[in-house]
């Protein structure tokens, strides 16, 4: 079965508040705090949503169709908020099939001794896939860690884009591409 080509306008803004409604965690319901431990009144957990099953098919869907309008078959992901989006785009059906990799930290030191773990093809194009786009400096280590390793990173597809950050300029600047379900403009209280 292929994957449709086209979504329409209102499937795609419903898709992305739904994924924002079920990733938002408010201060109220739990104890949130920023990378330094201060307290913070909310944060987007995109595990929540991505794992679930129905939601997990809908984004690999619409991933794949952007992915095949760029002609890409290949993706890569970086940490625990990609691995499930991998997941979806590798799962869904298409004629010529999705191939994923998932990047590590480091080399590992044993076995097969891999940087990037899965079939992904050097000599082809690979898209790095990330839950969301903020500052940018985690998508661009996943992006470096996959031009270490040989491979031509084409641009990023992300769930959410803070659009009042960085993240998007600066790897525009490093010559990729960007691709949110979702560009976020206003800050919760």
């Known amino acids: 079965m292929a994957?449709?080509?086209?979504?329409?306008?209102?499937?795609?803004?419903d898709l992305g508040q739904r994924l924002y409604d079920l990733a938002l965690v408010k201060r109220e319901h739990e104890h949130l705090t920023d990378p330094q431990g201060h307290p913070i009144g909310w944060l987007l957990d995109t595990r929540i949503p991505m794992l679930r099953g129905d939601v997990m098919r809908e984004v690999g869907r619409v991933l794949a169709m952007r992915l095949q309008a760029r002609s890409i078959h290949q993706v890569a992901g970086f940490g625990f908020g990609a691995f499930a989006l991998v997941g979806s785009v590798v799962a869904t059906p298409a004629a010529t099939p999705f191939m994923g990799g998932l990047i590590r930290e480091k080399r590992k030191p044993h076995g097969r001794r891999r940087l990037v773990e899965g079939p992904i093809d050097r000599s082809r194009p690979v898209v790095f896939l990330d839950d969301i786009l903020n500052s940018g400096k985690s998508a661009m280590k996943g992006i470096e860690l996959l031009r270490q390793d040989g491979f031509q990173v084409a641009g990023m597809?992300?769930?959410?884009?803070?659009?009042?950050?960085?993240?998007?300029s600066r790897l525009e600047r490093e010559g990729l591409w960007v691709d949110a379900i979702l560009d976020l403009n206003l800050r919760q209280e």
């Open 3 to 13: 994957v449709p080509s086209t979504l329409a306008h209102t499937e795609l803004v």
């Open 157 to 168: 597809m992300c769930l959410f884009q803070f659009a009042w950050s960085q993240g998007k």
